[in-house]
């Protein structure tokens, strides 16, 4: 069996990914291969969490996603790359692991509370309807009749945000107490969902590996994760689980199209091997500085989006020749655009290449994760035969 440390990461198949997924997770992904005994698998059981329906979608979802992964150049040469269904010891390890977690434990989960908190709030706004109408009615009535001369008022703004906030919370209470369940979200939540951090901590248990690098966003889980190998080891008096390590490695912040932080929900993506023309569209609506509306009003690159993403395509030089200009009013956003188009086409074009050269292969990309997915069974299964012996298990028959 291989000698180096291993490394364990995960993502669900959500779509196909974008540059903020290559210079975040995939560059390091790609990095980590050199080093570690890197095992990488698509967590499709996971995706199920967001809707039951979505396994309908695997087949293109799985093929997308590991496309990008090897496009990137995440090589499954040097890293495992399986997927989590087929290999079924995530579903046994993480039913034994159900059992050593309190459902208070569950229920704490940040990650939980927000998905639970925005469920609720897009419920509230169906179901409760008419009481957040009147809620709204009543808070400009009950303004206007305190201020009549609100709209000259100084204040109006802060005013108006207090009075609406107090009947806005008022109806929230009201409605909250009208329901009768124990678990006022209990019917917004199934039992997989709350499970999912449970079946993460046996995705990485089950390959006992020295790291896992996670986004921030996953540090709870990372956590819980630690906390059910500990427990493990306790209650069976065994040393089966070391306990994992998060890895957080800082990458460059990506921006989308639109200045924000590069994501999906936002629409202001740009796709790992995007077409020339979507890619020279999407740069020539770009959002950039708001205060440089004419070529020579000076601008401020360092909250351009544009120039930001400059900063990870163009060479270092031209890059302040690019900030100098702009600051000076000597460069326009039309031609810096033009600028970025082109150095943009140039790092892309290969890797479209390489994702329109997989495409022409789906088959081959099928047969590795197959041969991915073999290798990683073999340890999950190692695992879960030390797991039985520790809970003292009659051996199943081979
Ligand atoms: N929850 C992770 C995410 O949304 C995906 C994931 C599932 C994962 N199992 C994992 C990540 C195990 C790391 C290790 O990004």
């Known amino acids: 069996m291989e000698e180096r440390p291993r490394v364990l990461s995960g993502a669900r198949p959500t779509g196909r990914l974008h540059l903020g997924h290559l210079w975040g997770v995939l560059a ?22 967001e809707d039951p329906r979505k396994s309908l979608e695997f087949r293109t979802l799985i093929e997308e996603i590991v496309m990008d992964w090897l496009t990137a150049g995440v090589d499954p040469d040097r890293a495992v790359l399986f997927v989590q269904s087929w290999v079924p010891e995530h579903v046994e390890l993480h039913m034994v692991f159900s059992m050593l977690v309190h459902l208070s434990r569950l229920l704490r989960m940040p990650t939980l509370k927000e998905h639970v908190a925005s469920l609720r709030t897009e419920e509230f ?89 996670v986004g921030e966003d996953q540090l709870s889980h990372l956590e819980l994760t630690r906390e059910i190998a500990r427990r ?7 040393r089966v689980f070391p306990i994992p390590k998060p890895l957080l490695t800082d990458f460059p912040k990506v921006p989308g199209t639109d200045g924000r932080k590069m994501s999906k929900s ?21 959002y950039t500085d708001p205060q440089k509306i004419r070529k020579t009003d000076p601008g401020r690159p360092e909250i351009c989006p544009v120039f930001q993403l400059h900063r990870m ?21 039309v031609v810096c655009k033009g600028m970025l188009a082109e150095r943009m086409e140039a790092f892309m074009a290969p890797l479209r290449e390489r994702r329109l050269a997989l ?12 041969e991915g997915t073999r290798k990683a069974r073999a340890l999950a299964q190692e695992t879960m035969r030390q797991v039985r012996a520790a809970m003292g298990m009659p051996e199943p028959p081979a």
């Open 28 to 49: 390091n992904w790609k990095k980590l291969q050199e080093t570690y005994a890197c095992y990488f698998f698509i967590a499709d059981w996971h995706a199920l969490t």
């Open 125 to 213: 706004r169906g179901t409760r309807k008419g009481e957040l109408d009147r809620a709204t009615r009543e808070a400009v009535q009950h303004v206007l009749q305190r201020y009549p001369d609100l709209v000259e008022h100084p204040d109006r703004q802060s005013i108006l945000t207090a009075e609406a906030k107090q009947i806005f919370l008022q109806t929230l209470k009201d409605a909250v107490e009208d329901e009768e369940e124990e678990l006022s979200y209990g019917h917004l939540v199934s039992y997989g969902r709350l499970g999912y951090p449970v079946l993460q901590s046996a995705d990485v248990l089950l390959y006992r590996p020295r790291f896992v690098p």
């Open 232 to 238: 493990f080891n306790r209650t069976y008096k065994t």
């Open 266 to 286: 936002y629409g202001n993506t740009i796709l790992i091997g995007e077409d020339r023309e979507t890619l020279e569209k999407k740069i020539r609506r770009m």
């Open 313 to 333: 395509v163009t060479p270092e030089g031209e890059q302040q020749t690019i900030a100098e200009d702009c600051r000076a009013g000597a460069l326009g956003c």
């Open 359 to 370: 495409e022409r292969e789906r088959d081959t990309v099928w047969d590795r994760l197959r």
